[in-house]
Nanobody, 121 residues
Framework: QVQLVESAGGLVQPGGSLRLSCAAS????????MRWFRRAPGKERELVAS???????TYASAVKGRFTISRDNAKNTVYLQMNSLKPEDTAVYYC???????????????WGQGTQVTVSS
């Protein structure tokens, strides 16, 4: 089985920083794209950032220049460094990966459990 375990979020003041991590474990052969989504109260889930297996990145316009996605392939982990946080960044953040297990040798999509990030003074 595959598990995606996210780090704890937390309460951050506006202008502050927070780093999220998401580690994949299990019988993993390879990981392709890794992503971070978020769902704010009363809003649809949105893609925040993504990173390919060759570390090409994309960002939502709302976070570009403030958030940085990165990955450590040796640890099967994706990170989201969030700087200059704003109240509108308050949401539950989810990691999402496309990975191939040894058992199936086919790429499937997996989700983390979600972690709450609250930006408030």
């Amino acid at each position: 089985q595959v598990q995606l375990v996210e780090s704890a979020g937390g309460l951050v003041q506006p202008g502050g920083s927070l780093r999220l991590s998401c580690a994949a474990s299990g019988s993993i052969f390879s990981i392709n794209a890794m992503r971070w989504f978020r769902r704010a109260p009363g809003k649809e889930r949105e893609l925040v950032a993504s990173i390919t297996d060759d570390s090409s990145t994309t960002y939502a316009s709302a976070v570009k220049g403030r958030f940085t996605i990165s990955r450590d392939n040796a640890k099967n982990t994706v990170y989201l460094q969030m700087n200059s946080l704003k109240p509108e960044d308050t949401a539950v953040y989810y990691c999402n990966v496309d990975l191939k297990r040894y058992a199936t040798m086919t790429y499937y999509n997996y989700w983390g459990q979600g972690t709450q990030v609250t930006v408030s003074s």
